[in-house]
């Protein structure tokens, strides 16, 4: 217990530091401004993306500062999708506090963050024996992109857990469908219902589950697997019925028009019924489905489309090289050995699932989307740990010693790559150096690192910079003395990829901080991608936080 409470407590260090000097990321201020809204009014109309549960916890400290004024009196509050406006006028001009307005709503997340680490901690106990408990505890606290989202306010960490804790106690409900626990079920339709009030893509998750209600891996299946089958099926339909009452709830149980948009559902626009943002919102994920919001990027290419591998190659490039090691024993030796198959298999196959669903979207722009697929795949790893594999420790590095040896290792890199984590990538690519060579967007770049750009102006006497800025964090804010250059997230650098302000082929002297998203041009046709060319072609004189990247012309 000692390592355990050392573990969390270093956990807690590296978080709340690295956290207070990350700026607001890309999103940030649309979900916080959403849910102190919903906690001051009770009107969801905010949430049509996202339900309003994960951002309404991570809103309650905020209703400490009662002096936040909130822009009730913009046209932005009226509009269907006004949130972007609402969002931008409530964290940067209605209030002044912004570092504290941050601070507060991000310190619920790394709670819930260290929630999942819990239940995985008594999960893995529960599945493989009190030997794998602190392993996957280590797992889950020092991955570094759960580490990385586990310190923002956004929905990501908030659907993991409660997808992971439903996935919980499914398991324990379907080993024993002939005399079903009604508590249990009970328990499942709860934490259902809050998977779907945190964020709309736990609907994935009504798949994956179904795939694993099919499994012949439970303690009465053998002999009557169809029977078995249709009852676990029928526990998970009857669970996702009662599930809306909680979705219901988290929307404080609205009741009103119907807005939808599309041509098939307009005519039901004339309807009342409850939670109409929840059924606006999902009519709006699947509008999105077919085509993502801005180009994909994935090795210096691009694409309109996404691509099919482009979540597991996010996987394979954002992991550690130590822990993909253990995955790969973990799934050899977990499946191999008849004791632990058919745990292992329920594991590998939740994993699979979601990324197999996640695989036919359009919207490639971060690893973050496939994060709740991450908790079955590290507790698979934790499975090193079970008493069935002590056959093999004769061999010189035996399961246990490679769980112990990878976690360490895990640890060590979380220290190494500490507070940067959200731009982690690991050797085998280049490193965090090398990361927007790879990938863009979140899993990079999301506008954290604007203090710290502020904080390495101050250390090396620069006195103003030419500035391509991707994020909506306000530059201006922190004091930073700059020219606008061509960016993403604020108009005045959005507007000037057709208003260039400097001749790309010869660019004038000057220190130029680039945002690692914005020198890809995300706005523009691959055609046109010729802004930033020159210095695509370079290498950075310098880095901060391997987000925004620095080059002196002379």
Not at 304 to 316: C, I, Q, R
Not at 508 to 535: D, T
Request: aromatic share 14%; net charge positive; hydrophobic share 50%.
């Amino acid at each position: 217990m000692l390592l355990a409470a050392g573990a969390i407590l270093l956990f807690f260090f590296l978080a709340l530091d690295s956290l207070v000097d990350d700026s607001p990321t890309m999103d940030e201020q649309n979900h916080i401004a959403r849910g102190l809204a919903f906690l001051r009014t009770g009107d969801p109309r905010l949430s049509l993306e996202h339900p309003p549960l994960i951002n309404s916890i991570s809103a309650l400290p905020l209703l400490t500062m009662p002096q936040l004024r909130l822009p009730f009196d913009h046209p932005s509050w009226e509009r269907r999708e006004g949130w972007y406006e609402f969002a931008d006028l409530f964290l940067w001009q209605y209030n002044h506090d912004t570092n504290r307005i941050i601070f507060l709503a991000r310190y619920p997340i790394v709670i819930l963050t260290l929630m999942l680490a819990l239940a995985a901690f008594r999960f893995a106990g529960r599945l493989w024996g009190r030997a794998a408990a602190l392993p996957a505890l280590v797992l889950f606290l020092f991955e570094p992109n759960i580490m990385a989202h586990g310190r923002y306010s956004t929905t990501d960490i908030g659907v993991t857990l409660f997808t992971f804790l439903t996935t919980m106690v499914l398991w324990r409900l379907w080993h024993r469908p002939a005399s079903p626990s009604w508590r249990t079920w009970a328990l499942v339709s709860v934490l259902m219902g809050l998977s779907f009030a945190g964020k709309l893509s736990a609907l994935g998750f009504v798949f994956v589950w179904s795939i694993l209600a099919l499994l012949p891996i439970y303690d009465d299946s053998e002999g009557r697997y169809f029977r078995s089958s249709l009852r676990r099926l029928a526990m998970l339909a009857a669970a996702g019925m009662a599930s809306l009452l909680i979705v219901w709830a988290s929307f404080a149980f609205q009741w009103g028009q119907f807005g939808f948009v599309s041509d098939p559902l307009v005519p039901f626009n004339g309807w009342r019924g409850p939670m109409p943002t929840f059924w606006a919102g999902l009519e709006q994920i699947a509008m999105l489905g077919g085509s993502g919001r801005s180009l994909a990027f994935l090795f210096g290419r691009f694409s309109e489309t996404g691509w099919t591998l482009y979540f597991p190659t996010a996987f394979v490039v954002k992991t550690p090289i130590p822990l993909l090691i253990m995955i790969l024993v973990a799934g050899f030796v977990l499946i191999i050995q008849r004791t632990t198959r058919k745990r292992a298999i329920f594991l590998t196959l939740a994993a699979i699932a979601f990324y197999a669903l996640a695989m036919q979207g359009a919207l490639n722009i971060g690893y973050r989307h496939v994060l709740p697929a991450l908790p079955y795949i590290l507790l698979l790893v934790s499975g090193l740990a079970a008493p069935e594999l002590r056959t093999m420790s004769r061999i010189s590095l035996s399961p246990r010693k490679l769980l112990a040896v990878g976690s360490g290792c895990l640890i060590i890199i979380a220290l190494w790559v500490h507070p940067h984590y959200l731009g982690y990538f690991n050797l085998a690519v280049g490193g965090p150096a090398n990361g927007y060579r790879v990938l863009t967007d979140s899993n990079v770049d999301w506008g954290q690192d604007l203090i710290r750009l502020k904080q390495w102006m101050t250390a090396n006497d620069v006195e103003r910079v030419e500035l391509g800025w991707f994020g909506t964090a306000d530059p201006d804010y922190y004091g930073i003395s700059y020219n606008p250059m061509p960016g993403l997230g604020r108009d005045k650098f959005f507007r000037l990829w057709w208003e260039l302000p400097f001749d790309p082929a010869r660019p004038h002297p000057g220190i130029y901080a680039i945002s690692a998203s914005s020198l890809w041009e995300p706005p523009l046709r691959v055609e046109e991608k010729q802004v930033y060319a020159w210095f695509r072609d370079r290498e950075p004189d310098d880095r901060v936080g391997n987000s925004i990247l620095i080059y002196r012309v002379q």
